[in-house]
């Protein structure tokens, strides 16, 4: 697996955990909680007191269904909350699918650019990526929100998705992205329905022979809230399947996964060490 510029204190042999700041009025579980800049800052703040690792800032919402906001607001949106964290020494990445927003992210501090296109929604991103050196996040992607579940047909999903990863880390590369800056996602919700998320979930080792870095963001989708639904099959409202994405993280943790995208942190960090300690014991005996 490469390594990357990113290093964390404390235990870093163990699952790291990105905390989730929605600069946004309309994010499918937040949506609105963070829009002020002054509450996105502290909530940030707060997200690095609970444990998290990185704190990943976005700007514009790709639940389903979801239109596009202008660069302009997107730009406005994310760049001072970054500057900020960044100034107080927070590991930040920016969650965003364009370029200019990436760059100036990276000129305020963002350590890392999330990019749940891979690079398909603005053919300049891998450029810029390369010419910052910062990490980079393809994640697996076949369509923009408004849309997106009419993409989710699949014969074998864990198959398709590493292929799709592979010729897009190829086309990265080949745009001057260093091996050692990516990290791989395979976009739970994105162009996947209920079933396929647990197929790619149960596949996390077969997508880590890929020998990237695994990122995996399940926290309050809705085939958890689905998994959970009350017996007239109502699904559990977004937040109240917070108990269920630290089971995922913890076995996601276990199988290997370099970091979990999450909104509630404190639990989830306590899982990533569980997860840890187990491993290691694993390993002594």
């Known amino acids: ?17 990105m905390g989730v700041v929605n600069v946004t009025p309309d994010s499918f579980s937040d949506g609105g909680m963070w829009f002020d ?7 940030g703040l707060d997200l690095v007191r609970q444990g998290a690792d990185l704190v990943d800032v976005g700007g514009e919402s790709t639940r389903p269904g979801a239109a596009r906001v202008s660069l302009e607001e997107e730009l406005a949106r994310v760049v001072p909350v970054i500057r900020a964290l960044a100034a107080e020494g927070v590991s930040v990445s920016v969650d965003t699918m364009r370029a200019e927003v990436a760059r100036a992210a990276v000129e305020a501090g963002a350590r890392l650019v999330n990019d749940v296109s891979g690079g398909l929604a603005d ?13 980079y996040v393809v994640m697996h992607w076949r369509g923009h929100s408004h849309d997106m579940d009419s993409r989710a047909v699949y014969t074998d999903v864990v198959a398709e998705v590493r292929e799709e990863l592979a010729k897009r880390v190829a086309l990265v590369l080949a745009e001057g992205v260093a091996e050692e800056q990516i990290v791989l996602d395979p976009g739970l919700g994105f162009a996947k329905n209920a079933e396929h998320n647990w197929a790619v979930l149960a596949g996390i080792p077969r997508l880590a022979e890929l020998g990237y870095p695994l990122l995996i963001g399940a926290s309050r989708k809705r085939f958890l809230g689905r998994l959970l639904a009350a017996p007239d099959g109502t699904p559990r409202p977004f937040s109240g399947s917070d108990d269920a994405t630290v089971a995922v993280t913890a076995l996601a943790a276990r199988e290997g996964a370099w970091c979990v995208r999450v909104h509630e942190v404190g639990p989830n960090a306590d ?15």
């Open 1 to 17: 697996m490469t390594s990357l510029p990113i290093s964390v204190p404390g235990d870093a042999d163990r699952c790291l955990v």
């Open 123 to 135: 053919p300049d991103m891998p450029r810029v990526v390369a010419d910052t050196g910062v990490a």
């Open 271 to 285: 899982a990533v060490r569980v997860a840890a300690a187990w491993k290691r014991a694993g390993a002594s005996t």
């Open 37 to 43: 800049e002054a509450a996105a800052i502290r909530h």
